[in-house]
């Protein structure tokens, strides 16, 4: 690894600025340093709009790997339908990205740069407003959004987590900075995990404990983002130990049966079992009336599960497509809630061998998902079967919200729950296999070129 000498542009502000300005105005910033006191908030009200622009992606989950993993299956039309890029997500084609530059990276990076502003102008305003509590808040938001930024980042361009070989792998880039001349560095995946770990942990000092409007962060969505982080890392207890202190600042679930299934959009705008609201990029793919639940999984739900009919309906192609996000509109929800929390909690207890309390909390969960007196607690299923029927209904439960995509990636370490992923488009079959380097995707070429990063294996 070596670092960027200071007479080019690091490439990470280089994809941030292209993400923003569009691919136009990248060759403008090879000739000129832009000057960052030219655009550096002064304001409160100025310094939170930086974490607020959802129209240049801020809060948006954009990881390719939901459109990679086994939930639904394309009619041919809708196949042709897409991008390029979409086309070799979708078919675990070696380099899904076409362009030097890619946007995801960009703008998850953008992200960080723009908490990294935000930082940097509190620590500038006046005394007079040190005490204002806003300030505290603002500074929790920055410290959330880094940490989720490079929580997706890490899902997407480094390899799955391993405490016996994290120390061993590449983590992705740890920008503190907004300065320009400072270049970037791959550290270990261990110290990449770690620093979306302390993020999290200091945004908890201040962060209000909920945001009803759900499109803030609180600690209610830190312990949530906690726990996601640790389940993946295999740190069951404190995996648990975060579900169980976001649970106890709110734990109310849906009863299925109070909801309409013949609702275009049965869910309601940030419910109850929201916690904090992230999106997945609006993609073709996901408006697309071709894009189908996978046969198998729509077969696993019985007739008396409510999911069956409040997830899915049939489109004008006669296949069975999903209508049950709980954005309660046609974007795709991606953030933390309720549901996830009560998954996570019975799988870590099933985990640590804590059957009993395991079984009560995922049929706590299920009773309210079946029709009234249909659904029968899991009882007498074997301790031994119980952690794959709880992966089971992870799967049912979070369907088409890009943590499969996780799951697949984390449970490949377990030869019990790995598998191969098929797909047939055009007569031709495409597979993706458990060990298979394309679970990880290629860091930019820009990113190779200018700051000399370390390309993943498998892309050389």
Same mark, same amino acid.
């Given at each position: 690894?070596?670092?960027?000498? #200071?007479?080019? %542009?690091?490439?990470? #502000?280089?994809?941030?600025?292209?993400?923003?300005?569009?691919?136009?105005?990248?060759?403008?910033?090879? $000739?000129?340093?832009?000057?960052?006191?030219?655009?550096?908030?002064?304001?409160?009200?100025?310094?939170?709009?930086?974490?607020?622009?959802?129209?240049?992606?801020?809060?948006? $989950?954009?990881?390719?790997?939901?459109?990679?993993?086994? $939930?639904?299956?394309?009619?041919?039309?809708?196949?042709?339908?897409?991008?390029?890029? @979409?086309?070799?997500?979708?078919?675990?084609?070696?380099?899904?990205?076409?362009?030097?530059? !890619?946007?995801?990276?960009?703008?998850?990076?953008?992200?960080?740069?723009?908490?990294?502003?935000?930082?940097? /102008?509190?620590?500038? #305003?006046?005394?007079?407003?040190?005490?204002?509590?806003? %300030?505290?808040?603002?500074? /929790?938001?920055?410290?959330?959004?880094?940490?989720?930024?490079?929580?997706?980042?890490?899902?997407?361009?480094?390899?799955?987590?391993?405490?016996? *070989?994290?120390?061993?792998?590449?983590?992705?880039?740890?920008?503190?900075?907004? $300065?320009?001349?400072?270049?970037?560095?791959?550290? *270990?995946?261990?110290?990449?995990?770690?620093? &979306?770990?302390?993020?999290? %942990?200091? !945004?908890?000092?201040?962060?209000?404990?909920?945001?009803?409007?759900?499109?803030?962060?609180?600690?209610?969505?830190?312990?949530?983002?906690?726990?996601? #982080?640790?389940?993946?890392?295999?740190?069951?207890?404190?995996?648990?130990?975060?579900?169980?202190?976001?649970?106890?600042?709110?734990?109310?679930?849906?009863?299925?049966?109070?909801?309409?299934?013949?609702?275009?959009?049965?869910?309601?705008?940030?419910?109850?079992?929201?916690?904090?609201?992230?999106?997945? /990029?609006?993609?073709?793919?996901?408006?697309?009336?071709?894009?189908?639940?996978? &046969?198998?999984?729509?077969?696993?739900?019985?007739?008396?599960?409510?999911?069956?009919?409040?997830?899915?309906?049939?489109?004008?192609?006669?296949?069975? %497509?999903?209508?049950?996000?709980?954005?309660?509109?046609?974007?795709?929800?991606?953030?933390?809630?309720?549901? @996830?929390?009560?998954?996570?909690?019975?799988?870590?207890?099933?985990?640590?061998?804590?059957?009993? &309390?395991?079984?009560?909390?995922?049929?706590?969960?299920?009773?309210?998902?079946?029709?009234?007196?249909?659904?029968?607690?899991? /009882?007498?299923?074997?301790?031994?079967?119980?952690?794959?029927?709880?992966?089971?209904?992870?799967?049912? @439960?979070?369907?088409?919200?890009?943590?499969?995509?996780?799951?697949?990636?984390?449970?490949?370490?377990?030869?019990?729950?790995?598998?191969?992923?098929?797909?047939?488009?055009?007569?031709?079959?495409?597979?993706? @296999?458990?060990?298979?380097?394309?679970?990880?995707?290629?860091?930019?070429?820009?990113?190779?070129?200018?700051?000399?990063?370390?390309?993943?294996?498998?892309?050389?």
């Amino acid at each position: 690894m070596k670092h960027t000498t #200071l007479s080019k %542009i690091p490439g990470l #502000l280089l994809l941030v600025l292209a993400a923003v300005f569009g691919a136009t105005a990248c060759e403008d910033y090879l $000739d000129e340093k832009p000057s960052k006191s030219q655009v550096i908030p002064t304001t409160l009200s100025e310094l939170e709009g930086l974490l607020n622009d959802n129209a240049l992606g801020m809060n948006k $989950d954009l990881n390719p790997g939901h459109m990679a993993v086994d $939930d639904f299956e394309l009619t041919p039309g809708a196949f042709m339908q897409l991008s390029q890029l @979409e086309r070799n997500s979708y078919l675990w084609e070696p380099d899904p990205f076409l362009e030097d530059v !890619s946007s995801v990276w960009a703008s998850y990076y953008r992200q960080i740069y723009n908490a990294n502003l935000a930082l940097e /102008g509190l620590e500038k #305003l006046k005394d007079g407003q040190s005490g204002n509590a806003t %300030i505290g808040h603002l500074r /929790g938001k920055c410290l959330f959004t880094k940490a989720q930024a490079y929580f997706f980042l890490l899902q997407a361009y480094s390899d799955p987590y391993d405490p016996l *070989s994290s120390d061993e792998k590449l983590g992705v880039p740890i920008r503190n900075t907004t $300065d320009i001349n400072i270049g970037s560095v791959r550290p *270990s995946l261990e110290e990449s995990y770690r620093e &979306a770990e302390q993020l999290l %942990i200091q !945004s908890l000092e201040y962060l209000p404990e909920r945001d009803e409007s759900r499109k803030t962060p609180s600690r209610w969505a830190a312990y949530a983002l906690m726990s996601r #982080l640790y389940l993946i890392m295999g740190s069951y207890e404190n995996a648990l130990e975060s579900a169980d202190k976001a649970l106890s600042i709110g734990d109310e679930l849906f009863n299925y049966n109070d909801l309409n299934p013949d609702d275009i959009y049965p869910f309601p705008e940030f419910g109850m079992e929201n916690i904090y609201n992230v999106t997945l /990029g609006v993609r073709a793919f996901w408006t697309s009336t071709g894009t189908a639940v996978a &046969a198998d999984l729509y077969a696993s739900y019985d007739s008396t599960d409510l999911r069956k009919y409040l997830f899915f309906e049939e489109s004008p192609e006669e296949v069975m %497509i999903f209508k049950g996000s709980y954005t309660g509109n046609y974007e795709k929800f991606s953030g933390y809630s309720v549901n @996830e929390l009560y998954l996570t909690k019975a799988e870590c207890l099933a985990r640590l061998g804590r059957f009993q &309390a395991a079984s009560e909390t995922i049929d706590s969960l299920l009773r309210v998902r079946y029709a009234e007196g249909e659904y029968e607690n899991v /009882g007498e299923v074997l301790d031994t079967d119980l952690l794959g029927f709880i992966l089971a209904e992870r799967r049912k @439960e979070l369907v088409f919200r890009n943590i499969r995509w996780l799951d697949l990636r984390r449970l490949n370490n377990d030869e019990k729950f790995q598998k191969t992923l098929t797909r047939t488009i055009a007569g031709q079959s495409y597979s993706l @296999e458990p060990e298979s380097y394309k679970y990880v995707f290629p860091i930019p070429m820009d990113e190779i070129r200018l700051n000399g990063l370390i390309q993943n294996p498998g892309y050389n």
